[in-house]
């Protein structure tokens, strides 16, 4: 058996899942608060050979053959915060995720602090959905009461009023988390929650997404190189067997 041919086979589907990654990150990479996706590659041994319990798979003469295996990830390292000036853009500094009401009534995790109001003066995500406060509503404006502060708590005030203190909360394992649409997370088994109890906001402020379109395009390059590497050695070892069926008979 060639063992070569599988060891490519295997590092094709790797790169394949490794571009994938690439892609989503390069078109996410304006999506305020977006977290870049990332791939680890390890290797592991080739398993046994059935019925012939003495026959491994890639043992030639002791020496296992590998291949390679990929692991995903998630880049949580903060992105660059830029001014706005709308008043309902909030940035988190340090730790934590803001909490938001999903359609089903679970409760969703977001870096992106690009808030609107709904026709009833509720607050909500770019995408429609509410933000709630430590209390577990959502925040809803006053007709007429003013603008609107943030202080660096999180406590909402509009004129004078307090509307609340926002919900941040930050979990013990981010390998946890479950990444949704929009750049929204989800906490899975082992999450870990718990609230930030003096988070630093900045209002005025959104946080960008932590990927370098440079970088990915370049692991793109990358990417094309090794895949067509594997090809040729695919196409080779075919060749090779094919011209030793064909003098054998």
Known sequence: ????????????AALERWQD??????????????????????????????PDS???????AGTP???????????YISGETMPTRRELDIAIQGDGFFEIKLPDGT?????????????????VTSGGLEVMNTNGDPFVLLPGAGTVNVNQDGTLFQGST????LSIQKFANTAALIPTAGGMFSAGNGANMTPVEQPDLMQGYLEQSNVQPLREMVDL???????EANQKMITTIDQQMQKALEALG
């Open 221 to 227: 390059v990358i990417i094309s190189r090794a895949y």
């Open 107 to 123: 409760m969703g995790y977001t870096r992106s602090g690009e808030f609107r109001l709904r026709p009833d003066r509720t607050l």
């Open 54 to 60: 003495h026959s491994k798979l890639g043992h030639d």
């Open 21 to 50: 990654n690439v892609s989503q990150n390069i078109t996410s990479a304006q999506t305020t608060g977006f977290r870049k996706r990332t791939i680890e590659f390890s290797t592991e041994t080739a398993g046994e050979i059935h």
């Open 1 to 12: 058996m060639n063992i070569g041919l599988y060891q490519s086979a295997a590092s094709l």
């Open 162 to 165: 307090s509307l609340g203190k």
């Open 65 to 75: 053959a590998v291949f390679p295996k990929t692991s995903a990830g998630i880049n």
